[in-house]
């Protein structure tokens, strides 16, 4: 059977086991701290995703490294890589399949990782062999299986969408490119930050609860009615219910006649003594923590005072976004065939793009290794005449031609010193005239060392 470019077929001669997280051990249960299984306390996945911080995060890392552009380069001769189209990888890479764009694709592969651990990506294959279309595929329909002489293999449950029409068919582990980080508990299962940071997305979404039916409320705390003397359980569940209907939720706030010495007394702590607000931000911290992101990036705190962007993102990308960016490189050179001397690269400019002041000045200090058409490309500005050349100052010297200028000077002073010494009293004016004739031939030596590297090249 043929489904999407490659070859479906069953095997009898292998067993292929699921993939057991725990490595066979002692059946583990995730729990947020210990003791919570036990005392009911749960991380409910839906809400976790729901916490202002931790959506905040998950959507500004996939948003960041998805609008980085993809790039194929090609290494020379020489070791440097540059950029190049290839008939065989640059169609996929900048349109990876039907449904989607290279922005869209590339989000949902950051986010399946982030919020899974894992992200499968099935490749679609021409007659040739070429890859020419990817799908994200939901994790919760892949499951890694292993045979018996370890050769690792994909269940792939039904998805219309990219193609699946069958209910369960099992792929070889070269037609699936698996992204996944945190293997805490086997090298084919990845974990979520939701592992480490979801009490803390639950706490912050049970404070937020809690705010909101205070509101709800009239901002009034619940409290207690009190007689003076014993009263029968029939009459306190009538006083409580009269109590609910008439001056709770939408009615708080309403004048309320009590008699017999009935009195209403408030019952809560107060924000300030609970600390409300600092214990919500303490959560949102967490969560940000987990998933490396400084805390204003989700909008959690104040934004550092000193003016320099490029150290902020320089910072934010060496900590949360460059190893996935690296994991993303190599996944696509692998899964694509690419040999040594061709890859993937993310460009990084649009995330580490400098204010124009800093812009300018660093391309101003870069003439002397960059060409005037390498420095204004950088900028969106086309190429000039005479813009392929690297210039210096005319003060600058090559190495070549000062060590030839001293090997002289050297020679010159050897050949003063076998002079005998009645010719070696000279005045003042013969020894600067002297050095400045060996300045001279200093210098044209170097100009005909130029004019001849010239020639060569």
């Not at 001056?247 to 009195?263: I, M, P, Q, T, Y």
């Not at 190893?323 to 040999?339: A, H, N, Q, Y």
């Not at 031939?441 to 060569?456: C, I, P, T, V």
Request: glycine share 8%; aromatic share 8%; with cysteine.
């Amino acid at each position: 059977m043929r489904i999407l470019g490659f070859n479906i077929g069953r095997r009898r001669e292998k067993a292929l086991n699921a993939v057991n997280p725990n490595r066979g051990g002692w059946l583990r249960i995730m729990e947020s701290f210990t003791g919570a299984w036990q005392q009911n306390v749960e991380v409910k996945y839906d809400s976790v995703l729901s916490y202002h911080a931790d959506f905040a995060c998950r959507t500004l890392i996939a948003s960041d490294i998805a609008k980085l552009r993809i790039k194929l380069v090609e290494r020379d001769d020489d070791g440097v890589w540059s950029e190049t189209k290839k008939s065989s990888y640059s169609p996929v890479l900048r349109k990876p399949n039907h449904f989607q764009n290279r922005i869209q694709f590339m989000e949902c592969w950051v986010l399946s990782k982030l919020q899974r651990g894992n992200a499968y990506i099935l490749k679609q294959r021409d007659a040739r062999g070429v890859v020419v279309r990817l799908y994200v595929l939901d994790p919760l329909l892949v499951t890694p299986l292993i045979s018996d002489d370890g050769s690792v293999f994909y269940q792939l449950q039904s998805d219309n969408l990219v193609g699946l029409g069958e209910p369960s068919i099992t792929v070889p582990a070269r037609e699936i490119i698996h992204d996944r980080f945190n293997c805490f508990f086997h090298p084919l299962v990845g974990l979520s930050p939701i592992f480490a940071g979801g009490l803390a997305a639950m706490q912050g979404l049970a404070i937020q609860n809690d705010s909101t039916r205070f509101f709800e409320n009239g901002a009034r705390p619940g409290g207690v009615l009190t007689a003076p003397g014993s009263i029968s359980d029939d009459t306190a569940k009538r006083l409580k219910e009269y109590w609910d209907q008439n001056f709770s939720g939408k009615n708080a706030g309403k004048v309320a006649v009590l008699g017999d010495n009935l009195k209403y007394e408030a019952m809560r702590a107060k924000a300030v003594d609970s600390q409300l607000i600092e214990q919500l931000k303490w959560s949102a911290e967490v969560v940000c923590s987990v998933y490396h992101v400084p805390n204003y990036k989700a909008g959690v705190g104040s934004m550092p005072t000193h003016n320099n962007i490029q150290s902020l993102n320089v910072e934010y990308y060496s900590q949360c976004l460059q190893v996935l960016i690296e994991s993303i490189e190599i996944c696509l050179d692998e899964g694509l065939g690419m040999g040594e001397s061709i890859g993937t690269e993310l460009d990084v400019d649009g995330l580490l793009r400098m204010d124009s002041i800093t812009q300018m000045d660093v391309l101003d200090k870069a003439k002397g290794v960059m060409t005037l058409d390498e420095r204004r490309k950088k900028i969106d500005l086309k190429k000039v005449t005479g813009g392929d050349t690297i210039y210096l100052q005319q003060q600058d010297h090559s190495l070549e031609a000062i060590a030839a200028r001293d090997a002289q000077l050297i020679a010159q002073s050897q050949a003063s010193q076998a002079v005998p010494d009645e010719l070696t009293d000279n005045s003042d004016d013969d020894d600067a005239a002297a050095l400045a004739q060996a300045e001279q031939r200093a210098f044209f030596a170097e100009a005909m060392l130029a004019f001849q590297k010239g020639l060569a090249a």
